[in-house]
DNA sequence: TAGATTGTTAATCGATTAACAATC
DNA sequence: TAGATTGTTAATCGATTAACAATC
């Protein structure tokens, strides 16, 4: 099978930014919003936020904006979220229950059906309303289920054979917060989380930031 | 202020995961990399690796590579990464919880200095070891320890609020893992985190590859 | 009619990829 | 000498931005 490749990442990225304000203007009864209302509340150009929702395919109404319902139908569309996708969990600690306590989840077409971990202290106990199961029972379970969507949360050394376990049960698609890359077969799609990414990109902001400030010093603004 | 406009942002994303495996192959007492090895492991092309290392502004020995210690400090000097920053958190729920107790910042130029909540039931509590402090002493706190950076974990209609709080502060940077738009004066750098955004990608990952298999399908392969 | 916004086309900019000489 | 790798230059590709007619 041919490597895939996604285009329109940054995008794709600001898609669920976009779904969660439409989302909250939908509740106050907002009807039409406009990519100029979206930019601002983001921070960003309007010609962004229309090339952003372009891609979609739906249209707006020149003057006037795009019907909030609408737009937040053509994201959910776009990102396959218009139908709700099961999910296990492997791994309670403290990522992985904060994981389990997000309730935003519902809104991204997510829902986490069930979560496994190795630790018998936690076996049997519910997190966030929701059982832990024994890790063991994962093949059975995931069959059961039908399930396609993997969530490793598990110490890094543990997680390739998580993931392996995970891929040998039928699961598709592996969302990855353990530090370490994984190896999977062609057709299973993976996406690493990197928190320390994020945190990369702040530190190099902050850096530059910095040396601006002192170059304005040092012309006397 | 200008506005700053960070450029090479995804090669900056990648420098942690080169960090981390650096140093995991430096405990292992491996004296030198290449850009294949480091691209074997993050399944990318060793020209991507060799153009993101070319940024740090170190050099490396034709045919050989890199020397592992060497590399290390250039990545950790281009980030800022060199001399660790202090920073507050605020809001120990599940994340605030879940980052306290993630113990790789070290590795990352970042100490989590003091954790502060709202809540009663939490102030003076440890978890993982740190004590939660009451949020009102947030402002004695942070200019007692002249802290630079606040990493935001509260549910999102605080965020605001916290985030104005963290600027009179005398606060410069903030990570913001609420789900909202912060409004923030000119000179404050911010990175906000979107897990969702991570999912759509996945999403739309799992998408492609779906169709790609139903268009093989039909092609008789 | 005036102002706001969409949607498209073109221009610019930056990131990725390819190619290859120089070096170990 | 053969193989591997760096570092640089050029080519390609895609994303961002600008401009503007069409529409409400």
Redesign the interface.
Known sequence: ??V?K?QK?PS??????YL??LVEMQMEGVPFVSTTQLAD???LEPIVVRKDIGITGISGQPGIGYKTDKLIAAIRRF???DSV?EACLVGA???G??LL??D??EN???KISTAFDRDTAKIGSYI?GREIFDYKQLPELVAQLGL??GIICVPAPCAQAVADQLTDCGI??I?NFA?V?LKLPE?V???R?????????????????NS??NA?EKNGN
Chains 1, 2 share one sequence.
């Not at 794709?12 to 930014?17: A, Q």
């Open positions: 099978m041919a895939m996604i990442t794709i990225r600001r898609m669920p930014t969660h304000k509340y983001m921070n990102l396959g979220w996708i600690g403290s990522l229950s904060a306590g997000y935003g989840f991204y077409g997510l966030h396609k969507l598709k698609a969302w530090n890359s057709d799609v993976v996406q989380e990197v928190i320390a990414g994020g945190l990369a990109l702040l530190s190099v902001k902050l850096g530059q930031q601006l400030i304005e």
